[in-house]
């Protein structure tokens, strides 16, 4: 999953900033519980969403933190955690996203995985996240089969596209994936009529996930030569823009058809935020407060490195899932 709502502390109110934190070291502490420590590196900012998702609908159950041992990322201290199936089922697709990132490094031969050593290491991870990813998936009962066709297809899409190219046909297997994910956190939550609402708005949110990444890399993606939606369809930045406001909108009024137990989080990340990571793409507006999103500790030294092309923001600075270390805690 990409990394765009990434919110700002000043924008949250204590208490929502605190329960976006318990999210996000949720999904990092089940991705270590479920898969091991090396797989805490794909925790990502749009990740913790699904987790946000399903306890928006079944409400916070008594159960449903614990106290995580201190964390070096958190200036060495403890704190409250979400737990449970949303923050597993959000810890099994963002495992199988990685993966699939992995993967696509790998072929494009982007920095250190041009060796091929490094790219045949990098192949075996992808291997085991995959498999990982699977096996977690099939306990909550979703199927990330869906998933990873949905990755396999985008390669195809990406050849065939060219000048006229709807940019909506590119954009339609991350649409696809982010649906379903969205989706199943209303089984999780025990409420099926949610569950077509939020395929829609998780379609969306695909979508816009999708355009504003080919517009922050826009500028990069041209100076080095890389393939990008927007260059390989010749959609201009206004149609961009369009598309990605229509999008927004959209995810706004699918969440009006769904019914919740306790949306003031969600809404906050969803419609108001993702409105600002739309102005952020576009650079009509910026925030003054510089950080890594609502209170996320940055990274020692600086964050990990990503030579070779970017892997989009994590919560600890740049990530990629196949770079070396992670955050601490318990």
Not at 250 to 264: K, Y
Request: hydrophobic content about 40%.
């Amino acid at each position: 999953m990409f990394g765009i709502v990434r919110p700002c502390s000043h924008r949250l109110t204590e208490g929502l900033r605190a329960e976006w934190m318990a999210h996000l070291c949720g999904l990092c502490l089940a991705l270590r519980a479920d898969h091991g420590q090396f797989a805490r590196v794909a925790t990502n900012y749009d990740g913790l969403l699904v987790s946000v998702l399903t306890e928006a609908q079944s409400g916070r159950a008594a159960d449903a933190r614990r106290t995580a041992g201190p964390c070096p990322l958190r200036a060495m201290r403890t704190a409250p955690v979400a737990r449970g199936e949303g923050a597993r089922l959000a810890a099994a697709v963002s495992l199988v996203l990685a993966s699939a990132k992995v993967r696509d490094h790998v072929a494009d031969g982007d920095g250190l995985l041009a060796r091929r050593p490094v790219a045949a290491a990098a192949r075996r991870v992808a291997h085991r996240w995959d498999a990982a990813g699977a096996r977690a998936g099939r306990e909550l009962g979703f199927d990330t089969a869906v998933l990873l066709d949905a990755v396999d297809r985008q390669a195809g899409v990406e050849a065939l596209a060219g000048p006229g190219t709807s940019l909506l046909t590119v954009t339609e297997p991350t649409e696809t994936a982010t649906a379903a994910a969205f989706a199943h956190t209303a089984v999780l939550a025990g409420r099926p009529g949610n569950a077509a609402p939020l395929a829609e708005a998780g379609r969306l949110f695909g979508r816009l996930a999708h355009l504003l990444d080919a517009v922050e890399d826009l500028e990069a993606d041209t100076a080095s030569g890389a393939w990008n939606p927007l260059t390989a369809t010749g959609t201009s930045l206004a149609e961009a823009r369009r598309l990605a406001d229509d999008a927004a909108h959209g995810v706004r009024l699918a969440l009006r058809d769904a019914e919740f137990a306790d949306d003031r989080l969600l809404h906050r990340l969803l419609v108001h935020e993702l409105r600002r990571s739309v102005d952020r793409a576009f650079a009509t507006t910026s925030c003054a407060h510089r950080g890594h999103g609502a209170g996320a500790p940055r990274p020692p030294h600086g964050g990990h490195p990503h030579p070779g092309g970017g892997w989009g923001q994590g919560p600890y600075g740049p990530s990629r899932p196949h770079g070396g270390g992670g955050p601490g805690g318990r």
